[in-house]
C-alpha cells in the first residue's frame, strides 16, 4: 500500500525520533488521514529490524481494526493477548494487545522486560490512565509511538508526561487544504441553552446534569434541525441514552426517519448498516460513536453532548470529515450554549492553536448566526482582527513607552513588529519548555534589548533567542533600533536591514531628536 506524502513524512519523523534516542513520541493526524496505516507501516519496520511489536488500545474495536489494517497494508498477521487469548508461544512478531488484560499483575508479570521492544499505543489521548503507566513500565527499554487525532496544545502538554517528544503533527487545516478531508461549515444556531446550573467532574461536564439541563429545549432543537438538516445525513451526540432515545423519537414526530444506537443495543450492527445505507437520515447516540466506527458519507454534525475535553469534540467532529463522493462539505451545528463559569469547545476549537483567535472566532460565528461559515475563512478572519486588535494594544503601549521611555523592549511589542506569530501564540508543551527561563537566557535576553520579565517559560525564552539569532545573521535592525524609529512613526521597521535602521537613527540625532528627518514621512518611508 502506497503512503500518502505526509504519511511517509510522518514514518520517517517517528523513525529519526527514535533513531535520537527519544524512546517515547508522539504522532498526530486528524481522525480521517489513516492514523492506522501509518502505525502499520511503522510496525512493519520494526519487525524487518527485529523488534517484537504491541499494539495497545483501551477498546476490542480498535484492536481488531489495528489487526485488519495490518494485515491488509501488509501482509502481518498478529497475536491476541485479550481476555482468555495469550500471545506468550506465538511465532508472531506482533501482538494486540487490550490494556485492561496487560495491566493485571499477574499477567503482566508473565512477560520478562525486554519482551516487547516496541510500543504502539493507538488513541494515546488515553494512555495517562493507571493501566498504560503499569504496561509501559514494566518495558522500559521499549521504543514507544503514541498516535492519536487531537490537536489539543493542553492534552500534549499532559502527554508530556508520558512522552518525551512530538514526532510529527498534520494539522486538519492542512488536511483539508491537501484535499484529504472534507472542508467544514460551521453554522450557529440562535438558540439558548442554559447550562449555568451543571457541575463539572474530573475536568468536564457531569453528563446527567446535562441531560436534565438539555431535556426542555430537545423539541426547539428538533425544529432548528428541520430547517437545515433535511436531506443531509446527520449524527447527533447526546449526553445519556435516555435523552438520545427521547430525541430520536422527537425527531420521528418532526418528520425525520431517525435511529438511536447505545452500548446495549443488540441490533446495533444492523442500525449502522441501514444508516450508512440510507434507510435512516439521522443517527443519535450517546457518546458510542466517538472512536472506531467510520460513515464517509455523514456531511452533518450536531454535538449536543457539550464538553471542555478538546479531544473528545475532536473526535465527534471527525465522524463527519472523510471524504466522499457528492459531498463538498461537513455542516457542523453549533448551539449558543450559556454558562458563566467553564470554557466550552466550539467550532473554533478545532482550527485554532491560539485561544485568542479561537475566542474571537467564537464571537465572529455568533454575530453570523444562522448563516453557514466555512471554517478556514473564519479563522482568517478572526486572526485578522486579533493581530488588528494586537495593534491597537500595541499603539497605546508605544504611547506609554514614549513617556517611560524605557530602556529594553517588551517582548510582546518586538514580536509584534516582525509580525512573529509563532512567537505571539507560543504554548509550551514539553518537560524543559514548561520551566521558567534560566538566568542564562534572561541575562542573554536583556543583553540583546529585550525585557526579559514578560517571558514566563524556558521554551518561549529559546524561541525568542533563536530567533534574535537568526536576525543578527541576516543583518537586520535589532530590537531597540526598532522601537527607537516605531517611536518616531516608521512604519515596518522589524523588515529593515541593520545599517539602514542605524543611518536613519543618525540622521535623527543630527536633527536633535526632534522628529523625523527633513523632507521624511515615516508613515511612507522605506530604505532602499
Known amino acids: 500500500m502506497e503512503l500518502r506524502p505526509y504519511q511517509e513524512e510522518a514514518r520517517a519523523a517517528v523513525a529519526a525520533q527514535w533513531e535520537t534516542g527519544a524512546l517515547r513520541t508522539l504522532l498526530v493526524l486528524p481522525t480521517g488521514c489513516g492514523k492506522t496505516i501509518v502505525f502499520a507501516k511503522i510496525t512493519e519496520d520494526c519487525v524487518r529490524r527485529g523488534d517484537r511489536v504491541l499494539i495497545l488500545a483501551h477498546r476490542g474495536e480498535l484492536l481488531s481494526q489495528a489487526a485488519d489494517k495490518l494485515h491488509k497494508a501488509t501482509g502481518l498477521r498478529c497475536a491476541v493477548e485479550k481476555a482468555e487469548e495469550s500471545c506468550m508461544g506465538s511465532w508472531y512478531r506482533v501482538t494486540v494487545g487490550s490494556v485492561q488484560s496487560l495491566m493485571r499483575e499477574k499477567r503482566l508479570g508473565q512477560f520478562p522486560a525486554d519482551y516487547f521492544t516496541a510500543i504502539i499505543i493507538d488513541e494515546a489521548h488515553h494512555c495517562l490512565s493507571e493501566g498504560y503507566r503499569r504496561v509501559l513500565d514494566h518495558f522500559p527499554e521499549a521504543k514507544v509511538l503514541g498516535v492519536t487525532a487531537t490537536p489539543d496544545r493542553g492534552d500534549m502538554r499532559n502527554l508530556g508526561e508520558v512522552f518525551q517528544s512530538l514526532a510529527y503533527e498534520y494539522t486538519l487545516p492542512r488536511a483539508i487544504r491537501d484535499g484529504y478531508l472534507s472542508p467544514i461549515k460551521a453554522l450557529t444556531i440562535p438558540l439558548k441553552l442554559d447550562l449555568s446550573t451543571v457541575g463539572v467532574q474530573a475536568g468536564d461536564f457531569k453528563a446527567g446534569e446535562i441531560g436534565t439541563a438539555l431535556d426542555p429545549y430537545l423539541h426547539q432543537i428538533a425544529e432548528e434541525m428541520g430547517r437545515y438538516c433535511r436531506d443531509r445525513k446527520t449524527v447527533v451526540f447526546l449526553p445519556l441514552v435516555k435523552t438520545s432515545q427521547k430525541f430520536r423519537d422527537i425527531l420521528c414526530e418532526a418528520g425525520f426517519r431517525a435511529a438511536e444506537v447505545n452500548g446495549e443495543s443488540g441490533d446495533r450492527a444492523e442500525v449502522l448498516a441501514d444508516f450508512e445505507a440510507g434507510r ?33 469534540y475532536c473526535q465527534m467532529v471527525g465522524r463527519g470529515t472523510r471524504l466522499f463522493p457528492g459531498k463538498d462539505h461537513l455542516l457542523l451545528l453549533d448551539f449558543l450554549w450559556h454558562t458563566e463559569r467553564h470554557e466550552l469547545c466550539h467550532p473554533a476549537s478545532l482550527i485554532c492553536e491560539n485561544e485568542e483567535v479561537a475566542r474571537k472566532m467564537t464571537e465572529n460565528l455568533e454575530e453570523k448566526a444562522g448563516c453557514p461559515v466555512d471554517l478556514e475563512e473564519a479563522e482568517r478572519q478572526a486572526s485578522e482582527d486579533v493581530v488588528a486588535q494586537r495593534e491597537e494594544a500595541l499603539a497605546k503601549k508605544l504611547a506609554e513607552m514614549k513617556r517611560r521611555k524605557q530602556r529594553l523592549v517588551d517582548p510582546l511589542q518586538f514580536e509584534m513588529s516582525i509580525q512573529a506569530e509563532d512567537l505571539s501564540g507560543y504554548v509550551p508543551s514539553f518537560g524543559w519548555e514548561l520551566a521558567p527561563p534560566s538566568d542564562k537566557q534572561k541575562a542573554t535576553l536583556e543583553k540583546l534589548g529585550i525585557e526579559p520579565n514578560g517571558i514566563d517559560n524556558a521554551g518561549k525564552a529559546a524561541k525568542l533567542l533563536d530567533r534574535l539569532g537568526k536576525r543578527k545573521a541576516e543583518g537586520l535592525a535589532t530590537p531597540k533600533q526598532i522601537r527607537r524609529l516605531e517611536m518616531y512613526g516608521f512604519q515596518h521597521v522589524g523588515t529593515w536591514q541593520f545599517e539602514a535602521a542605524k543611518k536613519m537613527i543618525d540622521r535623527i540625532a543630527a536633527n536633535g531628536w526632534r522628529g523625523a528627518p527633513p523632507g521624511v514621512n515615516p508613515q511612507e518611508y522605506r530604505p532602499d
Open 280 to 312: 435512516y437520515d439521522v443517527l443519535c447516540n450517546s457518546m458510542l460513536l466517538t472512536e472506531g466506527w467510520d460513515c464517509p458519507s455523514v456531511d452533518c454534525e450536531v454535538v449536543l453532548r457539550p464538553t471542555k475535553v478538546r479531544s473528545l
